[in-house]
């Protein structure tokens, strides 16, 4: 009876601990402003990115997966869109992420940026490039 109770506080224990863990604020989902893409933010060993799991239109005209086709590289200009990692090196805590760069596929070009969760459903992008700084909200889509 003894280790049936002690079995049960200790299960108890570990359910209430794990349900006030914080949630990770960036981790998940995204869309963008115009809904035509959906970023997965994850955790590296010390940094996050985001990579693109899912565009509305996936496919260039002749019915080919989109290729990164505009890429400064040559020898990347082969990769596929999807899948591809469009944030790199966001460091901080918390609900801000700074110190990132993002990637733009359609123009092939590279910009620093930093991430502000605004809300649980809402986060604040900006970038900047040279004396270019613009500012976006994302929508988070799931978990």
Request: aromatic share 10%; proline share 6%.
């Amino acid at each position: 009876m003894k280790q049936f109770i002690l079995s049960v506080f200790v299960l108890g224990f570990a359910f209430t601990t794990q349900a006030n863990e914080p949630r990770d604020q960036l981790a998940g989902i995204w869309t963008n402003y115009l809904q035509n893409i959906r970023i997965e933010f994850y955790q590296t060993s010390n940094s996050y990115s985001a990579k693109i799991v899912w565009l509305s239109a996936p496919d260039d005209p002749q019915g080919h997966p989109k290729r990164d086709r505009n890429n400064p590289d040559p020898e990347k200009r082969g990769r596929p869109i999807l899948g591809l990692n469009l944030i790199t090196g966001l460091t901080g805590a918390g609900d801000e992420w700074n110190g990132g760069t993002i990637y733009a596929p359609k123009r092939g070009v590279y910009a620093d940026c930093s991430v502000k969760v605004i809300s649980d459903n809402e986060l604040k992008l900006t970038v900047k490039r040279g004396l270019f700084t613009d500012t976006k909200i994302w929508t988070r889509v799931g978990p």
